[in-house]
Nanobody
Framework: QVQLQESGPGLVKPSQTLSLTCTVS??????????WGWIRRSPGEGLEWMGA???????YYNPSLKSRTSISRDTSKNQFTLQLSSVTPEDTAVYYC?????????WGQGTQVAVSS
């Protein structure tokens, strides 16, 4: 059973870069056909897919966030990371990492991030 755990700061100041890490256990991030994604839910909003990295290391981004988003991985640590630059209070959300092949089957518990000065 694949398990994911998000980690990172709970508070980020406006204009700074938000960095979150997802640590994976019970499976490898290089397992064939798996995608490893970041999704967020802002207060009062639905889920928003931010982007993903696949088992080969290829990255995919939501066009609306692409200019501010970077996803990378560390295969030695079995982790993948989200960086979101130039954050504003509108980036306040619960951030989830998730994985799967044809859909996101495995989810982390989510981590709350607030953007505030």
């Amino acid at each position: 059973q694949v398990q994911l755990q998000e980690s990172g700061p709970g508070l980020v100041k406006p204009s700074q870069t938000l960095s979150l890490t997802c640590t994976v256990s019970g499976g490898s991030i290089t397992t064939n056909s798996y995608y490893w994604g970041w999704i967020r839910r802002s207060p009062g909003e639905g889920l928003e897919w931010m982007g993903a990295i696949d088992w080969r290391g290829n990255t995919y981004y939501n066009p609306s966030l692409k200019s501010r988003t970077s996803i990378s991985r560390d295969t030695s640590k079995n982790q993948f990371t989200l960086q979101l630059s130039s954050v504003t209070p509108e980036d306040t959300a619960v951030y989830y990492c998730a994985s799967g092949t044809r859909g996101y089957v495995y989810w982390g518990q989510g981590t709350q991030v607030a953007v505030s000065s």
